[in-house]
T-cell receptor, first 114, second 118 residues
Framework: DAMVIQNPRYQVTQFGKPVTLSCSQT?????MYWYQQKSSQAPKLLFH???????NEADTPDNFQSRRPNTSFCFLDIRSPGLGDAAMYLC?????????????FGNGTRLTVT | AQSVTQLDSHVSVSEGTPVLLRCNYS??????LFWYVQHPNKGLQLLLK??????LVKGINGFEAEFKKSETSFHLTKPSAHMSDAAEYFC????????????????FGKGTKLSVKP
């Protein structure tokens, strides 16, 4: 089945220790997104790629970076995780960037910062 | 500016009774509207979407929603709740006026947690 896969499902890192979360998709979608979701809150968009074009949300901290080496893969790098970065990180894809194209989500990576 | 308000943070129903999750939006132009469901420790799954076609939209798992422009509402309903419907539901609005090639114009509601009692 075509899908969005996130690895790992659970990630524990230490305060200040860089961490990378990965996402892959078999849908061949043009757009890939990273969302941060804290407990009992709605997902918050961090950034997205339309093909190779990177789009950063204005309020995304510099601590968060992303890479998309090819259509299928996208990575979220947190350079120096703080306690406030503990959250569920959701990767999503869509066929096009536009108002009618729904998002397809992975199951998320839950990040714990100790 | 566009916004979306989910009127209830928590709804509790008994199994077999109807479900109503309320969503109101504000949009300066012709919106697209979505409902997503999130089960614990899972990603979000699209239930249904409205994109200016029929105002009554049928989705998966027996859910449907009606777009009412005069009331700026897009409430989610289901005739008979199942235990498996217990989850968090997000209403999402997207607006052509704010579209600039970015999906950053997707506005999420704060979510409604649905509990289903046996």
């Amino acid at each position: 089945d075509a899908m969005v896969i996130q690895n790992p499902r659970y990630q524990v890192t230490q305060f200040g220790k860089p961490v990378t979360l990965s996402c892959s998709q078999t849908l061949n979608h043009n757009v890939m997104y990273w969302y941060q979701q804290k407990s009992s809150q709605a997902p918050k968009l961090l950034f997205h790629y339309y093909d190779k074009d990177f789009n950063n949300e204005a309020d995304t901290p510099d601590n968060f970076q992303s890479r998309r080496p090819n259509t299928s893969f996208c990575f979220l790098d947190i350079r120096s995780p703080g306690l406030g970065d503990a959250a569920m990180y959701l990767c999503a894809t869509s066929y096009q960037a536009g108002t009618e194209s729904p998002l397809h989500f992975g199951n998320g990576t839950r990040l714990t910062v100790t | 500016a566009q916004s979306v308000t989910q009127l209830d943070s928590h709804v509790s129903v008994s199994e077999g009774t109807p479900v109503l999750l309320r969503c109101n939006y504000s949009s300066s132009y012709s919106p697209s509207l979505f409902w997503y469901v999130q089960h614990p420790n899972k990603g979000l799954q699209l239930l249904l979407k409205y994109t200016s076609a029929a105002t009554l939209v049928k989705g998966i798992n027996g859910f449907e929603a009606e777009f009412k422009k005069s009331e700026t509402s897009f409430h989610l309903t289901k005739p008979s709740a199942h235990m498996s419907d217990a989850a968090e539901y997000f209403c999402v609005v997207s607006d052509l006026m704010n579209y600039g090639g970015s999906q950053g114009n997707l506005i999420f509601g704060k979510g409604t947690k649905l509990s289903v009692k046996p």
